[in-house]
């Protein structure tokens, strides 16, 4: 049995220790954007949705992407050759391994099918994805501040609007 002085010294254990690994709380589940970030994966890439970290995705599933641009989820996002051999190469450089990613690409190479996304976002149902201030499973950016930067941390997060009052708990501070 735990007494109050026993998980106060457990706390404070842990406090400690996220301090003294400063960078491992910062990271969402560990993806984040590496520090060398392509220009024209912003600027193509993130024109349209947000940069995703490629740690999201195996390298497989990057390699199909990059090589169907022409019909890339619907929408041709060709790139000169140039730039699909430099993305691509950077993004299977920095794809993801192991647990996250698991040992098989999500279904159609989506993020949001992947084991990992509907694991973090299980209590939403498909009404909450179909909000006009969200629009879809992709847009990240509607509830998680830090995505443009590649930070989906649970402790950013914004309430979009029409949200149904059952999903605030997730918003609001301990």
């Known amino acids: 049995m735990t007494t109050p002085s026993t998980r106060s010294r457990a ?6 220790l996220l301090t003294a690994l400063p960078a491992w709380p910062a990271l969402a589940d ?4 590496p520090a060398q970030v392509p220009p024209a994966y912003r600027s193509e890439c993130g024109a349209c949705h947000v940069a995703y970290p490629p740690g999201l995705l195996p390298a497989a599933s990057w390699q199909r992407l990059m ?3 022409e019909r890339h989820y619907g929408t041709d996002a060709s790139l ?17 391994t192991g647990k996250r990613v698991g040992p098989e690409p999500p279904p159609q190479d ?8 509907e694991r973090k976002h299980r209590q939403l149902d498909e009404a909450v994805w179909r909000l006009p201030s969200v629009k879809s499973a992709a847009n990240c950016a509607a509830c998680h501040g830090g995505a443009e930067q590649g ?3 649970e402790h950013d997060l914004r309430m979009p609007a029409g949200l149904p ?5 997730a918003f609001l501070d301990d």
């Open 67 to 69: 090589g169907s641009l």
């Open 11 to 16: 706390r404070r254990l842990a406090a400690a």
């Open 80 to 96: 000169d050759l140039a730039t699909v051999r430099q993305l691509a190469t950077w993004l299977q450089a920095h794809a993801g």
């Open 165 to 169: 009052a059952r999903y605030r708990h």
């Open 110 to 117: 989506r993020i949001t099918r992947s084991a990992w996304f």
């Open 151 to 153: 930070r989906f941390d």
């Open 30 to 33: 560990g993806v984040r954007l």
